[in-house]
């Protein structure tokens, strides 16, 4: 029984003198890990602000440059849409003459 006594008796001796090491340097440390924690997230707030801002810069362009080629795609289409009416109605206008000369032809023939 006297064994358990002096071992708690000593547990709690060492756990006291444990406990009375200088409290200063905890507390430097602990201001020293808040100062790295806190840095830390102030980083992590300035990196997430940059790549928001290059993420919206990027959708900026992007979106800039899709509007440019629709817009490019549309003029060109249109053009062409319009080369290719001109273009049709011509064929029409020579088939026409075409027919109308072997009309002409066939009646020279005939008589």
Same mark, same amino acid.
């Given at each position: 029984?006297?064994?358990?006594?002096?071992?708690?008796?000593?547990?709690?001796?060492?756990?006291?003198?444990?406990?009375?090491?200088?409290?200063?340097?905890?507390?430097?440390?602990?201001?020293?890990?808040?100062?790295?924690?806190?840095?830390?997230?102030?980083?992590?707030?300035?990196? !997430?602000? =940059? +790549? %928001? @801002? &290059? #993420? *919206? /810069? $990027? !959708?900026? =362009? +992007? %979106? @800039? &440059? #899709? *509007? /440019? $080629? !629709?817009? =490019? +795609? %549309? @003029?060109?289409? *249109?053009?062409? !849409?319009?080369? +290719?009416?001109?273009?049709?109605?011509?064929?029409?206008?020579?088939?026409?003459?075409?027919?109308?000369?072997?009309?002409?032809?066939?009646?020279?023939?005939?008589?």
């Amino acid at each position: 029984m006297k064994k358990i006594f002096l071992l708690a008796a000593l547990t709690f001796t060492s756990a006291a003198a444990f406990a009375q090491t200088s409290t200063t340097t905890n507390t430097e440390d602990r201001t020293r890990a808040g100062e790295v924690i806190q840095d830390a997230k102030q980083g992590t707030v300035n990196a !997430a602000q =940059a +790549t %928001g @801002n &290059a #993420v *919206e /810069t $990027g !959708a900026h =362009a +992007t %979106g @800039n &440059a #899709v *509007e /440019t $080629g !629709a817009q =490019a +795609t %549309g @003029n060109f289409a *249109e053009k062409a !849409a319009k080369k +290719t009416a001109r273009g049709a109605k011509k064929a029409a206008r020579a088939t026409k003459k075409g027919a109308k000369a072997v009309k002409n032809k066939a009646v020279d023939i005939v008589d």
